[in-house]
């Protein structure tokens, strides 16, 4: 995330034909981040079983994954997930896998409604944070919510019981 912050100093000079005053001002600044995101309900497969075959979490199901990002109304975030094809066993002994395959939608009209929400080709997009269907702006609060949703489905093969494990990253960036 890149944060841009320009902070402008202004100077003021008042003077008279007989003397020279300065004006000090106290100038205080709340600066806040321009982006921030929260991990609203996590993407949860739970408890499989050995040779279970595959196992689906649909989007809108209630195990899915949910984030939002809150950011100004007219930024436009660059959003990619990035997911390993496979989970491994937390034992470095084991070398066995689990495939894995996610993808995540958007919903960038300020609701959570994931019924409602775009599929992101190559789980990744260029988009605006707050949009209605026709691409204008209505709502003009100068913070809007966006909600990414992350579902996909696990292949349970003849593999050992254990811990399996794998890295998910979720890219934002903005301009």
């Known amino acids: 995330m890149i944060k841009r912050i320009s902070i402008a100093t202004f100077f003021f000079v008042l003077s008279s034909s007989l003397h020279v005053s300065a004006q000090f001002i106290n100038?205080?600044?709340k600066i806040e981040p321009e982006l921030s995101a929260t991990v609203e309900q996590n993407l949860d497969f739970g408890t499989v079983v050995t040779n279970s075959g595959e196992k689906f979490i649909n989007l809108g199901d209630l195990s899915m994954g949910v984030f939002s990002i809150k950011a100004i109304n007219t930024q436009s975030l660059y959003i990619e997930?990035?997911?390993?094809?496979?989970?491994v066993n937390?034992?470095?002994?084991?070398n066995s896998r689990i495939p894995l395959n996610l993808n995540i939608s958007y919903n960038n009209m300020g609701i959570d409604d994931?019924?409602?929400?775009?599929?992101?080709?190559?789980?990744?997009?260029?988009?605006?944070v707050y949009e209605e269907s026709d691409g204008n702006i209505i709502n003009q609060d100068v913070w809007q919510?966006?909600?990414?949703?992350v579902y996909g489905s696990i292949n349970v093969g003849n593999i050992p019981n254990g811990d399996y494990y794998g890295e998910v990253v979720l890219y934002v960036d903005y301009d």
Not at 81 to 87: E, F, I, Q, R, V
Not at 90 to 94: E, H, K, V, W
């Open 27 to 29: 100038l205080q600044l």
């Open 81 to 87: 997930l990035n997911a390993p094809d496979y989970l």
């Open 90 to 94: 937390t034992n470095p002994l084991q």
């Open 114 to 128: 994931a019924s409602s929400s775009t599929p992101m080709d190559d789980n990744s997009i260029y988009v605006k």
């Open 145 to 149: 919510i966006m909600y990414l949703y």
